[in-house]
């Protein structure tokens, strides 16, 4: 079969490359794709919001599949495009239409699902501009910390912990009144802070039947020891030590299965994956988010530790028949050091050549925000620029071949943070 991927990050290059493995992909495709891609899959000159492009694409290459790596086509409906357009409606696709995608498209969507159903999390209140003065007398009898939600997609930079009241409601008048995140803020989310460990659990389904991946923890801020601004991710773990077995179970039993109930309640006919970001509270689990992908670059330690066909896991997805399909999961652990660009997650330059990737070893080593320029020189072309994977029997190998990889590879301005996964490695002791 013929597939084709959108996106162009560090998720989209390791779906990529497991995918190129396989028997099944007779052509492989990304749109747009990076430089990483590109060694496995023909690159696709157009962006994923770009649904006419898309359309003719799929008709030329004669494509099968389509797997949607971001959120933001599938909060626009890039589903809903291929179920009504009779030219492309047998065209299959892992990603939920734009009911579904609401998921993560609306954290007051969301928050009402997880209460309408039963899901533990964080107890919240919604407020839209002419509930300003009752939403800033709702922040002044709540505990501190307290969480700003913005309701719509923004970035992953929509999210507000304030420790003082002050700085609440001035969070609170930058999103409703002052338009801060746009559209994104027209309602706004306010919900208690929880205290725990945060992981994320992703699951797969095909709209009756599911699978679980393996977990992860990601490192979501700039500056080592979790401090500073935060990103889309500095890097990741993959099993993740303080979620063992009966909190998984737990997990199965409080989020994924009364989740899955609650789309079909919906109607909501919900085909691909759902990241669900959870805080574990002595034991017990608390959703913190759901997403409607997976996550990047949690993916970059996933991928690696499924050791099944991925082609054939996509397949299976699209046709409805996930539960004839056997999946095996590697015991082993698995670190992710994201390489960035000087000045992220704000301002920073592109451009800059990179050196040193021919010298990694032992590693996988995935593109995220990279490009060629005109003398065919891989370069520097988004704020996260590599994201690259050790994988070994104990967390100390992993993190050691992980981190090792990320100091070789070498352009202008550079950083990483050196402690992902020393946390864990303290965990255990």
């Not at 494509?63 to 495009?81: A, S, T």
């Not at 990241?275 to 509270?281: D, S």
């Not at 320029?373 to 891989?378: D, F, K, M, Q, Y």
Request: charged share 25%; with cysteine; proline share 4%.
């Amino acid at each position: 079969m013929n597939i084709l991927i959108l996106g162009s990050g560090g998720r989209e290059h390791a779906f990529a490359w497991k995918i190129s493995q396989s028997l099944l992909c007779d052509q492989l495709y990304v749109a747009p794709g990076n430089a990483g891609t590109a060694s496995v899959a023909t690159n696709l000159p157009f962006s994923y919001n770009d649904f006419a492009s898309l359309k003719a694409a799929v008709i030329e290459h004669k494509v099968d599949l389509v797997i949607v790596g971001p959120e933001e086509p599938l909060v626009n409906g890039v589903v809903d495009f291929f179920e009504t357009d009779p030219e492309i409606s047998h065209i299959k696709l892992i990603g939920p239409n734009k009911a579904g995608a609401q998921l993560e498209g609306s954290k007051d969507f969301s928050k009402n699902f997880m209460q309408k159903y039963g899901i533990p999390t964080a107890a919240s209140r919604t407020f839209e501009a002419e509930q300003y003065e009752e939403g800033l007398e709702y922040i002044e009898k709540h505990s501190l910390p307290v969480v700003l939600k913005a309701d719509g997609l923004a970035a992953g930079k929509g999210v507000i912990i304030a420790e003082k009241h002050e700085d609440a409601n001035t969070a609170l008048k930058e999103m409703l009144l002052d338009g801060k995140f746009g559209g994104a803020g027209n309602k706004v989310v306010i919900e208690q802070f929880l205290k725990g460990i945060e992981l994320s659990v992703f699951v797969l389904t095909d709209g009756d039947h599911y699978k679980i991946l393996p977990e992860a923890k990601d490192y979501k801020r700039i500056g080592e020891n979790d401090t500073g601004l935060n990103t889309g991710g500095m890097g990741a773990v993959s099993p993740v030590v303080f979620a063992d077995e009966n909190f998984l179970k737990k997990v199965e039993e409080k989020v994924v299965k009364p989740t899955l109930a609650g789309l079909k309640s919906e109607g909501i006919k919900y085909v691909g994956f759902i990241f669900i970001g959870l805080m574990n509270i002595k034991g017990e689990p608390y959703v913190i988010e759901y997403n409607v992908r997976m996550g990047d670059p949690e993916t970059e330690v996933v991928i690696p530790r499924i050791q099944s066909d991925f082609a054939m896991l996509m397949a299976a997805t699209a046709k409805g028949t996930l539960n004839d399909y056997e999946m095996a999961i590697s015991p082993q652990v698995a670190v992710t050091t994201v390489v960035v660009s000087g000045g992220y997650p704000g301002d920073y330059e592109k451009g800059k050549v990179i050196t040193g990737s021919q010298k990694v070893e032992d590693v996988f080593l995935y593109h995220a925000g990279t490009t060629f320029n005109g003398n065919t020189e891989v370069v520097t072309n988004g704020g996260r620029v590599m994201a690259l994977t050790g994988v070994a029997n104990s967390l100390e190998n992993a993190v050691h071949k992980s981190q090792r990889a990320a100091h070789a590879v070498q352009f202008e301005g550079k950083y990483f943070r050196h402690d992902i996964g020393m946390d864990l490695i303290r965990y255990n002791d």
